[in-house]
C-alpha cells in the first residue's frame, strides 16, 4: 500500500494545527487558572472580616475564633473540619441575612479547596 505525499503533507499539516491548538487552550487555561487564583485569593482574605465584622458572627463564640484564625492562617486541619461544620450549621440559622449566608458558604468553599490542596 503506498501512501501519497499530498495524505503525508496533509497528515503532518493536521498534526501541526492540533498542536498549534493545543499550545492555545493552555495558555488560556493557565491565564484562566492565574485569574481565579487571583480572585478566590482576595475574596479568601475578606470573607472572614465579612463575618466578624458584619456581626453575623460573635467573634468570642467558637465559630468567630476558629472565623479569625483561618483569617490569621494560624489554623490546623482539625479545626478546619470543625470550622466547616459550626459554619453549615450557622448557615441553618434563618436570623442571618443572605449576604452572610453567602459569606459562610464562600467560606465553606474555601476550606473544601485548601483540604483537596
Given amino acids: 500500500m503506498e501512501i501519497s505525499l499530498e495524505l503525508v503533507i496533509s497528515v503532518v499539516g493536521l498534526a501541526i494545527l492540533i498542536a498549534g491548538l493545543n499550545i492555545k487552550l493552555h495558555e488560556r487555561i493557565t491565564k484562566l487558572e492565574t485569574k481565579v487564583d ?13 463575618l466578624i465584622k458584619g456581626n453575623p458572627v460573635d467573634p ?14 494560624s489554623i490546623t486541619i482539625p479545626e478546619m473540619s470543625q470550622l466547616k461544620w ?4 450557622e ?12 459569606a459562610m458558604a464562600l467560606m465553606i468553599a474555601t476550606i473544601e479547596a485548601k483540604a483537596i490542596k
Fill in 38 to 50: 487571583l480572585f478566590w485569593g482576595a475574596l479568601q482574605n475578606n470573607i472572614p472580616s465579612m
Fill in 60 to 73: 468570642t463564640s467558637s465559630l468567630g475564633v476558629l472565623v479569625t484564625r483561618m483569617n490569621d492562617k
Fill in 86 to 89: 459550626l459554619l453549615e450549621k
Fill in 91 to 102: 448557615m441553618k440559622n434563618t436570623e442571618h441575612l443572605p449576604g452572610e449566608r453567602v
